[in-house]
C-alpha cells in the first residue's frame, strides 16, 4: 500500500503562486510514477503533471510553463509548484501514485484563485 497526504492548497489572487506538497509512505519502492490530477466542479478529473524516473516530466497544454512537479527523495515528496495562477486552475488538486499493486490517491487539496 502506499499512502498520500497533500498540503499547500488555499485562495490566491490570479497572477499568483501557490506549493502544493505530498507526503508519500508506503511501498516506496513499487511507485512507478508520480502525477498530480485536478477537478474542477461538475468536471471530469484532469491530469495537471507527472514525474516518473528517472526525474521525466509531462505536463498538461494548460499548465506547461506555469507548473513544475519535482520530487525530494530524502523527504519522500513530490511537490508542484503553481505560477501565474488563473481563476480557471480553481480545482481540489490530489496526488496520485501509480504503483504495482495500483493505483493510490490522496484525500485531496483546495485550490482558489479570485480574479
Known amino acids: 500500500q502506499v499512502q498520500l497526504v497533500e498540503s499547500g492548497g488555499g485562495l490566491v489572487q490570479a497572477g499568483g503562486s501557490l506549493r502544493l506538497s505530498c507526503a508519500v509512505s508506503?511501498?516506496?519502492?513499487?511507485?512507478?510514477?508520480m502525477g498530480w490530477y485536478r477537478q474542477a466542479p461538475e468536471k471530469q478529473r484532469e491530469l495537471v503533471a507527472t514525474?516518473?524516473?528517472?526525474?521525466?516530466?509531462k505536463y498538461a497544454d494548460s499548465v506547461k510553463g506555469r507548473f513544475t512537479i519535482s520530487r525530494d527523495n530524502a523527504k519522500n515528496t513530490v511537490d508542484l509548484q503553481m505560477n501565474s495562477l488563473k481563476p480557471e486552475d480553481t480545482a481540489v488538486y490530489y496526488c496520485?501514485?501509480?504503483?504495482?499493486?495500483?493505483?493510490?490517491w490522496g484525500q485531496g487539496t483546495q485550490v482558489t484563485v479570485s480574479s
Open positions: 496520485s501514485a501509480s504503483a504495482l499493486m495500483g493505483v493510490f
Open positions: 508506503g511501498s516506496i519502492f513499487s511507485i512507478k510514477f
Open positions: 514525474i516518473s524516473r528517472p526525474d521525466s516530466t
